[in-house]
Structures are given as C-alpha cells and as structure tokens.
C-alpha cells in the first residue's frame, strides 16, 4: 500500500480546510456528522461516536472528467487510414457516414468497427456488403441507361414538335408601323475619365522606386520617399498632361467607333425600310427574293427541298418534298431492363404512322406560318406536299402526294397551340387522306399546280 499524504488545519470551529494531492477540500459539521465539499462532489457522512460505525454517501457535484480520446488510443488496433473516424466515434458514439465501396470494405476488415445495414440495423457481413455494392452498382447503371434513354425521347419529341410554337403573324399595321425609323442605340460604354488622385498616387510610387536605387538602398526608405515628394512637385505637372492627353486620345476613339456605328445603322435601317415599302407595295421581285431568303435560312429537323411559285402578292405556293417515314421516325422503342442493359421493341406501326402524320402536317403548317410572317400582303399559300412510298403498281409513281392544303392568313393568325392539326386542317377544306392505322393515302396532284410543276416526280 503506497504512502497518502494529507493535512488537517483547523480554520473555525467545526469547519475544518483539507490539502491533498487531489486538490483542497472544505468539512464542516459536528462530531458523529459532517458534510465534505471537494473536487469529487459533496459527501455526508454519519457515525456513532466511540463505536466505529459510519455511513458515507455522496450528495451531489461533478465526478473527475474522463480523460479525452487520444489518437493513441485508436493507433495499435486496425487500419491507421481509419484513424480518423475511429476518433470520431470514440468522442461522439456512433455514426451515420456515406462511404464508397471501398471504404466500406476497408472498414469491415478493421476490428474496431462494427457496420450496420442502414435499412435493417443489422450487423454487416463481408457477403452481405458484396451484395449491397453489387445492387448499387446495378441500380446506378439502371439509371444512367434511364437518363440516356430519356435525353433520345427528348430529342425525338424536339423533332417531332419542331414547329411549335409557330411564328408570330403581324398585321398590315404592323408592317406600316415598320416604315418609322428606328433610332440608334449605343451600347457601348464611353472611357472612364482618369482617377487623378490615384493617378498621382502611382507617379509617387514609381518615384519612389526610382530614388531607392543604386546606393539609395542602403538608406533608409522613408529618405527616398521625402525625395520623391519633392520631385513629385515639379514632375507630375507634366505627368498630368500625358494623362489627360492619352484620355482624349481614347475619347476621340471612341467618339469614332459611335459614329461609324451609327453611320452602319442609318444605312441598315434605310435597307430595311425600302424593303418594307418594296413588299407592302406588291413588288413581284422582292417578294421573290424574300421567299427564297425565308425558304433557304430555315433549320429544319430533316433534309428536304422546296419548290416554290410566285404569280401574284397575295398567293404564294409552295411545293413540299417530305422526308420518308423510315427516316425521321423510329421503329423501335427502347427499354432498360432489370440487369441494367437495353432491349429494342418494335414500335406498332400505327405508333409509326400517326407520329408521321403528325411531322408532315407540322412542317406544312410552319412553311405556310414563316412565310406570312414575312409577306403582308399574302392572303393565301397553298401547299402541296408529296413522300416517297413504295409501289403497288408498277405505274405508279415512286414519289407520290399526301396533302394539298390551302392556309389563309386569318385562319393561322388564329390558330390555337395545342389543337388537333387534322381537324384544323380538315376546317381547312385540304385534301388529304388518314388510314385506320394513322398513314397517309396517296391523293390526285393538286388541280392548282401545272403538269409541268410535277412532271419530273412521274
């Protein structure tokens, strides 16, 4: 038993101050009961005088703090890569942490851990790890097939819906409103005027610099700076002058760039303005050259070619070669299956054919939208729109018409988003001809077209 030291000092009667090695405590009491308050709580204790018995017990106060996890403590049993966590877990308890596959397997092989399946609570085990990864794995690659497989339908959608919304048709008002000038807009900023005083700053700076060289270094700065302020005197007058002389030089050349601009801009919109006056006035040749402007710059979702007649300003008509089926609609369908890869199903050819009815009244409702949008005086454009198909006589034609269709500008300034295009078009008075299966039938060539228009499709 090892040697204790400790010392009573009487202080007042019954209050009595003990010293130890554990630190300073204070009794007070009578004989046969007395309360002790230390740095290990407050106690009560009871005796019997003269018999030896006694009763001790602990009242309240704080026990001696544990001593901190230490990162000794962690070090000798496992991975010190692990290191980390297992401090975390010995100052906080246990953890909810998202791990990588491999840190998981590596903390299952450290002995000091214990992983929980975070559905089930239950211990993990090495196999059943394993088979967790595997079905992430597996669901993660369902869903990048999922994503991948979605991005296509969006842009076969896109292509199926490419005219939507359709163009904006103005009025003849509108266009009389167009023939007013429109003032010129400067965007560009004009330079910022120099910051003298920061200007100044800088010149000090640089004096500065120039007078702590040389021998100059060997004293002290504050010396270069009082001979840099003198300087400064005398010098920045003229520095002053470079300064307002470089920034007239940049007015100049910004005052130049707004003026050549500006002369730009007066010349476009005199280009456009006789543009206006040459089509609100029926001028044939313009008319002619603003179609096949309009016709030429259009991005279309599939390779296709226009021919297009000209007679009068209000009647435009328009000879449309549609793409054919197998080329812009897709006969399949694919899936994502359990095991993450992709099987290919065979669309019905119903699906087929009605999302191609679709395509081909949606390109001829755009053609006809685009070209009013540009011709205020066209009452009227007529559209004759033919496909490729395959033969059932040998005299039949390889290129064959599935829709003659006459838009005035009335009935598509009043067309609504969303409406079924085959009763639009039906409103219409078109010639055009839907199977049971959503296909489109072969139709005589319009009577509106001359023999000569369509003979090289025979």
């Known amino acids: 038993m090892g040697f204790r030291f400790s010392r009573r000092i009487a202080i007042l009667p019954g209050l009595k101050l003990n010293l130890s090695r554990s630190g300073m405590s204070l009794s007070a009491g009578v004989p046969g009961a007395h309360l002790n308050f230390g740095p290990r709580g407050t106690y009560a204790s009871m005796g019997i005088p003269g018999t030896g018995l006694s009763y001790r017990q602990r009242l309240g106060g704080s026990r001696p703090p544990a001593a901190a996890p230490q990162t000794e403590n962690v070090q000798p049993a496992g991975n010190p890569e692990n290191d980390p966590a297992a401090l975390k877990i010995l100052h906080e ?62 842009e076969y959608q896109n292509r199926l819906h490419f005219w939507e919304p359709l163009p904006a048709i103005p009025s003849v008002e509108d266009w009389n409103g167009a023939l007013a000038k429109k003032p010129f807009e400067n965007k560009t900023a004009p330079p910022p005027p120099p910051d003298l005083f920061a200007e100044q700053a800088k010149y000090l700076d640089e004096l500065t610099a120039m007078e702590h060289a040389g021998l100059n270094k060997l004293l002290p700065g504050f010396v270069s700076r009082s001979d840099a302020k003198a300087d400064l005197k005398t010098m920045w007058p003229e520095k002053e002058a470079q300064i307002q002389e470089a920034y007239n030089q940049r007015c100049q050349e910004y005052n130049k760039q707004v003026e050549t601009a500006s002369a730009a ?35 279309l979702p599939f390779k296709t070619h226009c021919d297009y007649f000209i007679e009068e300003s209000r009647s435009v008509c328009l000879q449309v070669n549609l793409p054919e089926r197998e080329d812009v609609i897709p006969c399949v369908t694919r899936k994502v299956l359990k095991d993450g890869s992709v099987r290919d199903e065979r669309r019905t050819m119903a699906a087929q054919q009605t999302d191609y009815t679709l395509l081909a009244m949606g390109a001829c409702l755009f053609l006809a939208a685009e070209l009013f949008s540009y011709l205020p005086l066209a009452l009227e454009i007529k559209v004759a ?19 003659d269709v006459t838009f005035s500008r009335d009935a ?20 055009f001809d839907v199977r049971a299966d959503g296909g489109l039938n072969r139709i005589d060539p319009p009577s509106w077209l001359k023999h000569e228009d369509y003979q090289h499709l025979q």
Do not use: C
């Not at 005199?270 to 030429?296: F, S, Y």
């Not at 729109?385 to 829709?403: C, F, G, H, L, S």
């Open 93 to 154: 308890g246990t953890q909810k942490m998202a791990v990588s596959p491999e840190e998981a397997r590596r903390y299952l092989a450290d002995p000091r851990f214990k992983l929980l399946d975070p559905e089930t609570g239950r211990r993990l085990t090495p196999e059943k790890l394993e088979a967790l990864i595997k079905a992430g794995e597996l669901r993660e690659k369902r869903e990048q097939q999922q994503v991948l497989l979605q991005a296509e339908d969006n």
């Open 265 to 299: 801009w007066d010349e476009s919109e005199g280009q456009r303005i006789d543009w206006v006056k040459k089509l609100l006035a029926g001028d044939l040749e313009e008319i002619n050259h603003t179609v096949a402007e309009v016709l030429t710059g259009l991005q």
């Open 385 to 403: 729109a033919y496909t490729q198909r395959p033969r059932i006589k040998e005299t039949d034609p390889v290129d064959a018409y599935v829709m």
């Open 412 to 431: 598509l300034k009043n067309f609504v988003p969303g409406q079924n295009l085959a009763a639009f078009f039906a409103s219409l008075g078109s010639r």
